[in-house]
């Protein structure tokens, strides 16, 4: 298309230093952490590990893909790793009652615990939305505000006891199961990635979220609703944290209170970070998002073979997460305006 | 203010040498030379992107410039920082303004050089000194007040006070005038004169010719980064300026409109808002004019158009669009009615800075399915179109991916120009249209409204700057506290008619 076709220096001199900039230090960094590792510990490379390494990544990915999104639209959920463990628990009980009322009847009771496990995200969602939109609280409380809540509702239906009584097709069929020797969770996380991708890229939806983080009063006046976007980010975001406990639900093969917690929240905030969403808003691609959730699992993995001291890691991830967003500022600095 | 005595050496006071700066590929400076006396106020003039920001950056400390040599006072500066510049006596006033905006005043104005004693603040002291020196200044303002809580006016006021507090050599004022009304320009010019007599040496950034010939001994035009010429103020004609700065010849800044008044396309019938800016207001526009609104900074005539198109609340009036009546007017609404509104403050309620200005120029219309169906983006329909779109509005360089953020005053306000081409629409409410944009580009904003009018939309100008709303207009409402002053059409739609009905507004609300 002739149209497309640009004139002028900016175009013609493409340095090493502008493509760095768009693709950003990751897979740079992704890469050498793998020849690394190889080259270290052969273990690393074993199928097992591998294996294991790519479940916990696409459980992160699923949940900082979420995460990005509200971040993206100027957000913050702090809710995510709470509702990974409400969804888990309320799926594991709903699945053992519906069992109890139903014996027998497999499909019924995967379906309304999947359900119910989504449903419980659905409400989460809902309540962070409403309270950052139409009563103007900032999403930092009140989704500091929900995560305890939501933490201690997940609590109290356990009493701090794993819930069992899930058929066995749910956890041995499912959750365990592999496909063309890949783990479910895997195809969920692709599918969930590929989603959000033609969200972000192809949807009016996606593009809003990126004019509120962007400008928020440029987009009032550009007569896009606000309050509708914004309920839909924290709605999305809990609601793949909820799938991301029905996932972890299926693989363990019980229904704990303890899944996902304040370690799976913060690492979903550091995959966006470093995955190069801005803090400011407006910025962010979740495929980004999802290879630094894999950068980061590979790194804690990492350290487990290298027989780091587990007290010393989340040093580890703190100095990585600032050096990126450091990475970031100086990459945005030295911008001229033409 | 603390102006400093010790006599000057012979030379100038700063002299640039070969000035280069570059930006990821872009050269913003070219070898630039610069000389500014002591008493003496030196205009940089050309148009956005030429490099002037750029360069009283470098002077102020704000940026290195890659090569190059300045000597102030006689004197060699190397790795200038902006806290070295103040020390040395070198202090700018910013378009964007450096002020914190939780801070008080007068926390602004020490802002970094607070009086203290062993880290302990001295307020008392500094409320003497920043109550003496916004008196001497002249300027109406608290120093007890938050920076937030203040009119753009005020913040301006602030900054100027905030930029002349210590010893001041070399003062640098960049479109100071932007936001001030008539008297408080005035009273920025007897500062002015009185810096000058007392030898400070100032460089002086603006688009407005009255100011320029008000003001300047010397004139310092830049284009694309290079120093073109520099000319004594009295021996040069305005024409001469323009066409240097721009590099072409500009015979006439306002373009000649033919207004074809129709139908009442906006009937405004005793509006009043709910932050009581704007009280019993009534007024019309008609299809195929200009409909201008003069008055003075923060008179209500923004908010009253921002009205119209929903982002004030109203309290009681009627507003019809069309014959129609339009209730509960929401920006989503009026778009779908036809009626767009360009912002004053492109930065804070136009663009997206972080999108690219593909994005931000199909913003208002991602609700159409030429744009999206079923919530899905149409992505090729939409390059094609803004592509386009950008380059009827000549958009340069052309490139529709780049970030909004990378643009210029001038390119920023043509994506939102771009806006209202892509979708249809009869009413366009402009608000302060020139703010902020040099001369070429304004140019084309008036051209734009032009061709909007003869094509026979309704068009409606807010502005501060008299001459431009009294040449583009066919209609002119003055507005006065919040109320229709005047409404003055062809021949008595002058200066002095608008100056005077101000004038006797003041008069009444002085005996009432």
């Given at each position: 298309m002739s149209t497309i076709v640009t004139v002028g220096a900016p175009r013609g001199s493409i340095s090493l230093r502008s493509i760095v900039g768009r693709i950003g230090f990751l897979p740079a960094l992704l890469v050498a952490l793998v020849v690394g590792m190889s080259a270290v510990d052969p273990q690393f490379y074993g199928l097992i590990n591998i294996l294991n390494i790519l479940r916990n990544a696409s459980l992160l990915a699923i949940v900082a893909c979420g995460q990005a999104l509200v971040i993206v639209a100027g957000g913050f959920d702090l809710s995510v790793g709470a509702v990974v463990a409400l969804a888990s628990v309320v799926t594991a009980k709903t699945m053992a009652a519906t069992a109890a009322a139903f014996p027998g009847n497999t499909a019924l009771i995967i379906a309304s615990g999947v359900a119910a496990g989504l449903g419980s995200g659905l409400v989460v969602g809902l309540i962070n939305g409403f309270c950052v939109a139409k009563l103007k609280v900032s999403g930092f409380v009140v989704t500091l505000g929900t995560m305890s809540a939501t933490a201690g509702v997940g609590l109290m239906i356990t009493s701090g006891i794993p819930v069992y009584g899930m058929p066995d097709v749910f956890v041995?069929?499912?959750?365990r199961a592999q496909l063309f020797g890949l783990p479910t969770a895997v195809y969920a996380a692709l599918a969930v990635i590929a989603v959000m991708m033609f969200v972000q890229r192809r949807t009016l939806f996606g593009r809003y979220v990126y004019a509120i983080g962007g400008n928020v009063d440029a987009a009032v006046v550009s007569g896009v609703s606000i309050q509708r976007h914004i309920v839909g980010t924290y709605v999305i975001s809990s609601v793949l944290a909820a799938l991301t406990g029905i996932l972890l639900t299926a693989q363990v093969g019980s229904g704990q209170?303890?899944?996902?917690?304040d370690r799976m929240m913060l690492q979903s905030i550091a995959a966006a970070v470093i995955g190069g969403v801005s803090l400011r808003g407006g910025v962010g691609r979740v495929e980004i998002v999802a290879v630094s959730a894999l950068f980061l699992t590979i790194l804690g993995n990492a350290l487990n073979l290298l027989h780091v001291d587990s007290r010393l890691q989340p040093v580890f991830l703190g100095i990585i997460m600032v050096a990126a967003v450091a990475l970031d500022e100086f990459s945005r600095r030295s911008k001229a305006r033409v | 203010m603390d102006v400093a005595t010790d006599q000057t050496p012979a030379g100038p006071l700063l002299a640039l040498r070969g000035i280069s700066k570059r930006f990821t590929g872009i050269r913003a400076l070219d070898r630039v030379d610069l000389d500014v006396h002591a008493g003496e106020l030196h205009v940089l003039f050309g148009e956005n992107g030429a490099g002037k920001s750029t360069l009283i950056n470098v002077v102020s400390g704000t940026f290195a410039s890659d090569e190059g040599t300045m000597h102030f006072g006689g004197e060699e500066v190397r790795h200038l920082t902006p806290q070295r510049a103040r020390a040395i006596g070198i202090s700018p006033v910013f378009q964007e303004f450096s002020l914190v905006p939780s801070l008080t005043v007068e926390e602004n104005l020490f802002l970094g050089r607070e009086v203290t004693s062993g880290g302990v603040l001295h307020a008392r002291e500094m409320r003497k000194r920043a109550t003496a020196l916004i008196d001497e200044l002249g300027f109406d303002l608290d120093p007890s007040q938050r920076v937030d809580d203040l009119s753009r006016a005020h913040q301006q006021m602030a900054e100027i006070a905030k930029a002349l507090l210590g010893r001041v050599r070399l003062l640098i004022l960049d479109?100071?005038?932007?936001?001030?009304t008539e008297r408080e320009t005035g009273r920025l010019f007897e500062l002015i004169a009185r810096l000058k007599n007392q030898d400070v040496g100032l460089i002086y950034v603006s688009h407005r010719m009255r100011e320029i010939r008000a003001l300047a001994d010397r004139v310092t035009i830049l284009r694309d980064g290079r120093h073109i010429r520099t000319l004594d103020a009295a021996t040069s004609t305005d024409g001469e300026l323009v066409e240097l700065m721009t590099g072409r010849k500009i015979d006439l800044l306002y373009p000649t409109i033919m207004h074809k008044p129709d139908k009442v396309m906006v009937d405004v019938e005793n509006l009043t808002l709910a932050d009581g800016s704007v009280r019993d207001v009534n007024f019309h526009a008609r299809a195929g004019e200009i409909t201008g609104i003069a008055g003075l900074v923060g008179c209500g005539k923004s908010e009253l158009i921002r009205a119209i198109y929903g982002i004030e609340p109203i309290v009681s009036g009627m507003v019809r669009i069309d014959g129609l009546p339009y209730e509960f007017p929401a920006p989503r609404r009026s778009l779908k009615h036809g009626i767009a509104y360009f912002p004053a403050n492109r930065v804070a309620e136009g663009l997206a800075l972080s999108r690219p200005i593909r994005e931000n120029a199909s913003m208002t219309v991602l609700d159409l399915p030429a744009f999206a169906r079923f919530g899905v983006l149409r992505q090729a329909a939409e390059r094609i179109k803004i592509q386009g779109v950008m380059e009827a509005l000549q958009l340069r360089p052309p490139n529709i991916e780049r970030t909004a953020g990378a643009l210029s005053g001038g390119n920023r306000q043509k994506v939102m120009l771009g806006r209202a081409l892509t979708r249809e629409l009869t009413v366009f409410l402009f608000d302060e249209p020139s703010v902020g944009i040099d001369v070429g580009a304004k140019l084309e904003v008036y051209e734009f409204m032009k061709r909007l009018v003869e094509a026979g939309a309704a068009v409606i100008v807010v502005s501060s700057e008299l001459p431009e709303v009294l040449a583009l207009s066919k209609r002119l409402y003055v507005m006065h506290h919040g109320r229709i002053a005047a409404e003055l059409a062809d021949a008595e739609k002058t200066e002095q008619n608008v100056l005077a009905s101000f004038f006797r507004e003041h008069l009444v609300a002085e005996v009432a």
């Open positions: 041995k069929g499912f959750g209170a303890s899944f996902g917690g | 479109e100071p005038t932007a936001s001030l």
